[in-house]
């Protein structure tokens, strides 16, 4: 899996949107960008991914640049219960897919 | 969505004893788990890949016969931590991999989810 870099902590103020910039410059062609969060002593919580095209669901906004160096989370609206530690990931998948967490990034949304 | 679901979810035990937590896929068949650890304010790390029926691939620096896995079932597997000492105290998360994912070109989304964690304290 390609190294992701992301900054170690972010504050958002409720309401307003959040974007969690995540460097992978090395990513290579058959690796997806997959975001996953984690609120404080729970598991990992899946958010979305992406190859190269952006992608929205229900929680979340991904964009993508056109060299796939870096990629951009987008929570639109954020709210308190979205305070959670961000972890941007570039994994391969297949039959042997694991996902390799780095240190992530501390989004603390603040009243 | 699907649910996987860990037990327990916290225990504590004296030093020298054994502590086993499950991992079950609780409305899918995983043909594929893994086992992490996370220590206080670290990040997640991959201990072991536990695949069903066959014995598990341990991550470097992990010792396979102190963190015994069993995955006997599509939708159960064990870790088991022998001999528990204070320093194997943290919080345990299994993430399972659903077997319809298995052999099709990769989506992605939804193949891979994680239970609630079990933390564990030794004495």
């Known amino acids: 899996d390609a190294k992701t870099t992301q900054p170690p902590s972010m504050d958002c103020a409720e309401g307003r949107a959040a974007n969690l910039p995540c460097n992978h410059s090395?990513?290579?062609?058959?690796?997806?960008v997959y975001w996953y969060r984690q609120i404080h002593s729970q598991g990992p919580q899946y958010i979305i991914h992406?190859?190269?095209n952006n992608e929205t669901n229900e929680m979340a906004s991904l964009i993508i640049t056109e060299d796939r160096k870096s990629s951009t989370l987008i929570l639109p609206h954020a709210t308190l219960r979205d305070t959670a530690v961000y972890y941007c990931i570039a994994s391969s998948g297949g039959s042997n897919y694991k996902l390799t967490f780095g240190k992530g990034t501390l989004l603390t949304v603040n009243p | 969505g699907a649910v996987v679901s860990q037990h327990p979810s916290w225990v504590i035990c004296k030093s020298g004893t054994s502590v086993k937590i499950e991992c079950r896929s609780l409305?899918?068949?995983?043909?594929?788990m893994f086992w992490y650890r996370q220590f206080p304010k670290q990040s997640l790390m991959l201990m072991a890949t536990s695949n069903e029926g066959s014995k598990a691939t341990y991550e470097q620096g992990v010792e396979k016969d102190k963190f015994l896995i069993n995955h006997a079932s599509l939708t159960l597997s064990t870790l088991t931590v022998t001999s528990a000492h204070p320093e194997d105290s943290s919080f345990y998360i299994c993430s399972a991999r659903d077997k319809r994912a298995s052999g099709m070109p990769y989506r992605g989304t939804g193949e891979l989810f994680f239970g609630e964690g079990s933390r564990l304290t030794v004495l």
């Open positions: 992406g190859l190269k």
């Open positions: 409305d899918f068949q995983a043909t594929t």
């Open positions: 090395t990513i290579s062609g058959n690796e997806y």
